[in-house]
């Protein structure tokens, strides 16, 4: 084994949020909805996660958990060495501004900013950004950095979004449902951007879908159902995103 394989796998299993006994709550007596019943997680440098489940079945609530957005109602959630579960608003506050990018099913663009501005947004802001010029060329997207997103497609407009969530260089990168509301062959397209950002930066990256035949492309396959993980799996090797039909 080279020295930089060694290096990298070093780096693959260092743990970069751990999860314990996770549960949420919303309302209480018999209205009360466990949303989260006591997962246990950990994440690790550079691994892609594909997380499935069928709608209710608390993945996005975990999602939302994990990149600070939501507190648990019980249990413990680590980034690194900083506890998240007790952190107050400021902390989560901060932890999502330096540490976590995320891209959600719907693009969140604004209309009169062009897509160089948008990814310009969230630079202005970061401790360590990338140009936004950078961070569009990472999606394919260098010859359209000056269109507005009334001049894109959907599949651009995701793209935007991603370039947006991996500009300021994140530890983790949060994708809920990225290609839900678009058809399979670009659907396809925006995977194969988050796999090839994965790969080239080594972003710790997690996608939610409903969508089985996703999980062939990740490091690792959770499962949920009921609130629950009910099944997780490690793939030997990812698939290409290419070869990936549904």
Not at 142 to 159: A, I, N, T, V
Not at 213 to 241: F, K, L, P, Q
Request: glycine content about 8%; hydrophobic content about 35%; some cysteine.
């Amino acid at each position: 084994m080279s020295h930089e394989n060694g290096q990298k796998q070093t780096e693959q299993r260092q743990e970069v949020l751990r999860a314990e006994a996770l549960c949420k709550v919303y309302g209480s007596g018999d209205v009360a909805v466990h949303a989260l019943r006591d997962v246990d997680l950990s994440l690790y440098h550079g691994e892609l996660l594909v997380l499935l489940g069928a709608s209710g079945s608390g993945k996005s609530t975990l999602l939302n958990i994990l990149g600070g957005l939501d507190i648990p109602s019980s249990g413990r959630l680590w980034y690194k060495d900083q506890e998240l579960s007790q952190a107050s608003d400021r902390s989560l506050t901060l932890y999502r501004r330096r540490h976590v990018g995320f891209v959600f099913q719907f693009y969140n663009l604004i209309s009169s900013l062009t897509a160089r501005e948008n990814v310009a947004l969230v630079t202005d802001i970061a401790s360590r950004p990338m140009p936004p010029e950078r961070a569009l060329e990472l999606v394919g997207l260098q010859d359209r950095m000056d269109h507005f997103p009334s001049q894109l497609s959907g599949g651009e407009q995701q793209r935007v979004a991603i370039a947006r969530a991996v500009a300021k260089q994140p530890e983790l990168l949060l994708c809920d449902e990225p290609t839900g509301a678009l058809d399979a062959s670009t659907g396809q397209l925006v995977l194969r951007v988050l796999d090839e950002v994965n790969r080239e930066t080594g972003t710790t990256t997690a996608i939610i879908t409903h969508n089985e035949a996703i999980g062939r492309m990740g490091d690792t396959v959770i499962r949920m159902s009921s609130g629950r993980i009910a099944e997780t799996r490690h793939n030997e090797r990812r698939a290409n995103v290419e070869d990936i039909e549904w």
